[in-house]
């Protein structure tokens, strides 16, 4: 199992320009998750996807779409992209969905490190 | 909304020294969630803590998670440089999805 995987690893962009980071799980999980992380700031939820078809905001989702494409997959899309969003992203899942339960642990991709100039 | 405060924000400690870090949130938790981040790497999850007055160890790690399950605490006994890493609590109540706290980094020298 390749467990969580992003795509890419790294990006630098223009202010203005778009850009879809990808996100896909291979542990049949129903939840997903985009975060960013900031120095100091710990990690920020921008989206979340409790179960295929379904999509909610998060604390900063400003600035920032989402795709759940199918059970595997979950998409960021920065329409316009801004200085502001010079980050580093953060995909993760779970295996179900808000509610607790022995399997709650969340899953992190990699992560991609994008800088907006 | 809900928050999860996490202090100290860093601690640097000798090796061999004894670390603490300490959740607290602003509501009632369903449960709580550390984790932790090498540096340049992306967080792994440590625990899950439910029960109040839950406390749980691994090894050199013990947590605990309040009676109020307001609070949770990650205390490190003796530490060595393969603890270095930033750590997160996580909370959530039922039917929301976790809140990270801002985390404790922590620095061990040899």
């Known amino acids: 199992n390749a467990g969580v995987t992003q795509t890419p690893k790294f990006q630098v962009l223009k202010t203005g320009q778009s850009m879809t980071l990808q996100c896909a799980q291979d542990?049949?999980?129903?939840?997903m998750y985009w975060y960013r992380q900031d120095p100091g700031m710990g990690l920020r939820l921008i989206y979340y996807?409790?179960?295929?078809?379904?999509?909610d905001k998060g604390e900063v989702p400003n600035g920032y779409n989402v795709s759940r494409l199918n059970k595997r997959e979950f998409s960021l899309r920065l329409e316009s992209a801004a200085p502001s969003q010079t980050s580093v992203y953060f995909c993760?899942?779970?295996?179900?969905?808000?509610?607790?339960?022995?399997?709650?642990?969340?899953?992190f991709g990699p992560g991609t490190r994008l800088t907006v100039l | 909304g809900q928050q999860v405060m996490q202090i100290p924000q860093y601690q640097h400690v000798q090796e061999g020294e004894d670390f603490t870090t300490y959740c607290n949130s602003s509501?009632?938790?369903?449960?709580i969630q550390w984790y932790k981040q090498r540096p340049g790497g992306h967080p792994v999850f440590l625990i899950q803590?439910?029960?109040?007055?839950e406390v749980k160890k691994q090894k050199r790690l013990t947590f605990q998670f309040g009676e109020a399950k307001k609070n949770s605490s990650l205390h490190i006994t003796a530490t060595q440089t393969t603890d270095v890493g930033t750590y997160f609590c996580?909370?959530?109540?039922?039917?929301?999805?976790?809140?990270f706290g801002k985390g404790t980094t922590l620095s061990v020298s040899s």
């Open positions: 996807s409790a179960s295929e078809g379904t999509t």
């Open positions: 996580a909370g959530n109540q039922a039917g929301t999805a976790l809140i």
């Open positions: 803590l439910v029960k109040s007055g």
């Open positions: 542990m049949n999980h129903n939840s």
């Open positions: 509501t009632t938790l369903s449960n």
């Open positions: 993760a899942s779970r295996a179900h969905g808000l509610a607790g339960g022995s399997d709650n642990e969340q899953f």
